[in-house]
């Protein structure tokens, strides 16, 4: 999280971004990494930190979004190991975060799934793109402040369009960034016993699993950080790196979350692993969660 500038990738020149806030993403961290002398969390990625290799998906990207989603589109960012410039060539996704200027509709979604799939396709460096659709209004709510707010101004790069971190707070690695972020376990876990059921009935069930596996793990393995994130005093997206700040809170549960870093990168389609979610390792977690920092925020009805 040092460094860069939020410059357009795009025919190998570069355009300043309209909104620039690259001071986020610049200054000494203090003690841990991820945070500035001031001990405010700094955005992560820039596109300068986009490998060579994923320049031309990115460009392409950027190009088809503006044609595909024309007025309808307020900004456009990029997040994940692509602008973090960790992705792996054939083995990392394109993930994309786009801001409408209105709520998404059906053919928003029908329309981002045809253009990744479209992109997937195209460029054999990628292993999948997927994209969230938000509105702007959305975004920066004061409900979400503290949640997709941060995302956009701490994980999210910006590729298209206004920088919505200029409008958002600086962030600080508190309890109430804990409990906004991934306080919501308690009601995740249903869920995923029924993703997991559906999982052992699909047509190709071992792949089903090892989706699951993958996804899951990388989720309980970065609410196991931000659990501990106050006390650790920083932030990092390594999977490993967050299992063992984990770890040094947590010595009884290291092994457990260890084990899911590394499925999280490498995941099998271990149907064990995945009960061992849901019934010891996530329910003790949204437990210790809540115990420490208390439960999300609700959302209205229907606002997933």
Known sequence: MTGGTNDRVSGGTSHRMAGDTSDRTTGSAAGRPGVDAQGRLMREGSLARVPRSFRPVVDAAGKR?????GPRLHSAYLYGSVPRGTA???RSDLDLLLALHEEPTGTDRADAL???AALDGEFGQIDGCGTLLFSRARLLSDLEQY?????VACLCTPLLGEDLAARLPRYRPDTLLARETNGDLHLLLPRWRRRIDDANHAEDTAEA???LVR???RHLVRTGFTLVMPR???WTSDLREMAEAFAGFYPERAGQMRDAAVLGLEPTGDAVVLRSYVDDLGPWLAGEYARVHGVKAP??????
């Open 65 to 69: 979004l503006t044609d595909v989603f």
């Open 88 to 90: 792996r060539v054939g």
């Open 114 to 116: 045809a253009l990744g």
């Open 147 to 151: 949640d997709l707010g941060w995302f």
């Open 209 to 211: 699993r090892r989706t």
């Open 215 to 217: 996804s899951l793990s």
């Open 232 to 234: 650790w005093n920083g």
């Open 299 to 304: 959302r209205p009805p229907g606002w997933s």
